[in-house]
């Protein structure tokens, strides 16, 4: 039997109001029709944003005060997406087509000698820099599936602000220090599913939230991730010249750097599968199947803040 667990955390910085419109749509490669999962949509210079689901589709809800501004869909090796918000009202089943675009790098006289150890050192080197170091609150949406043999069994969902002092290095990295006020819940009768307790019963926002690298500085000293890291090749990222770094030992993990301020603007990480036993209960024993996990940030005055997080762990019983 197996049991999946998928949690979903989504920050839009914005302020409810009671008048909004929706633009819904689906994000899919121009070339060969696949969809884009997790395509950031947002408003140019704004601080609202969503992302695209797994299917690349999306329903984005702004105030009306932003009819007349520009929407932006961005995705890592395509240019930019940009149309006026009330272009896209009427149409409830678009589908915005993106199409991937081969970049010609500038001509330079010296060349670039960077390596993926430089890069990254730079980039946690200067976290305190790209990142709030004064308190801010975000706005958000939260989501919990749980998944048994293909079939989803229940469903959380939650409006939520989360309150935060700042992104310096806690004394302890394992306890939580954001504040998380729930502004409205929605749970399904799934919870009552008798396979319910074989899921993880710990406080799973609680943990999806302790699971921001960036935050938690767990990259700080890691000597193992500075010495082998790679660097491959340069490419774009919501606009910005980025650099692209991996790191393929006993875990999987991909960086996305600016190339202008050094910050982690998008985090990839997979565990892989494990042979070691978790746990046992009711005469059963389960193992990892896999662990990944998705963060994105999104520059606002000049700090780079949680845009999305999605953590997915998949477990054999």
Same mark, same amino acid.
């Given at each position: ?116 150890? $430089?890069?990254? /050192? @730079?980039? =946690?080197?200067?976290?305190? %820099?790209?990142?709030? *170091?004064?308190? #801010? !609150? ?99 990222? $919501?606009?910005? /010249? @980025?650099? =692209?770094?991996?790191?393929? %030992?006993?875990?999987? *993990?991909?960086? #996305? !750097? ?60």
């Amino acid at each position: 039997m197996r049991l999946f667990l998928a949690l979903f955390f989504c920050t839009i910085s914005s302020v409810l109001i009671a008048q909004t419109l929706t633009i819904s749509g689906k994000v899919a490669d121009k070339s060969t029709g696949e969809p884009l999962p997790f395509a950031s949509i947002g408003i140019k210079d704004k601080p609202i944003n969503s992302i695209t689901n797994m299917n690349g589709e999306f329903d984005f809800h702004l105030p009306s005060e932003y009819r007349n501004e520009i929407l932006v869909i961005s995705m890592l090796g395509y240019p930019n997406y940009e149309a006026p918000v009330w272009s896209l009202l009427e149409n409830t089943s678009q589908v915005i087509l993106m199409e991937k675009v081969s970049t010609v790098l500038d001509e330079v006289i010296v060349a670039d000698s960077l390596t993926g150890p $430089d890069i990254i /050192r @730079i980039a =946690v080197s200067k976290v305190n %820099e790209n990142y709030p *170091l004064q308190p #801010f !609150v975000l706005e958000g949406f939260y989501r919990d599936i749980k998944k048994v043999g293909g079939t989803y069994i229940s469903l959380l969902e939650a409006a939520v602000k989360i309150f935060d002092e700042d992104y310096a290095e806690p004394r302890n990295k394992f306890k939580l220090r954001e504040r998380v006020r729930l502004i409205e819940v929605r749970q399904s009768l799934g919870y009552e599913n008798r396979f319910t307790a074989y899921f993880d019963q710990d406080n799973l926002l609680e943990d999806l939230l302790l699971q921001n690298n960036i935050r938690y500085h767990y990259m700080d000293g890691d000597q193992e991730l500075f010495d082998h890291v790679i660097r491959e090749k340069d490419s774009y990222y $919501d606009g910005h /010249r @980025i650099y =692209v770094l991996s790191y393929v %030992e006993d875990v999987s *993990l991909k960086l #996305f !750097v600016d190339k202008d301020n050094y910050a982690i603007i998008h985090l990839e990480y997979d565990s892989g599968p494990t042979n070691d036993i978790i746990e046992k209960r009711k005469g059963m024993y389960s193992k990892f199947v896999g662990h990944k996990k998705v963060l994105d940030f999104k520059k606002y005055e000049g700090k780079m803040f949680l845009n999305f997080m999605s953590v997915t762990t998949k477990i054999n019983w």
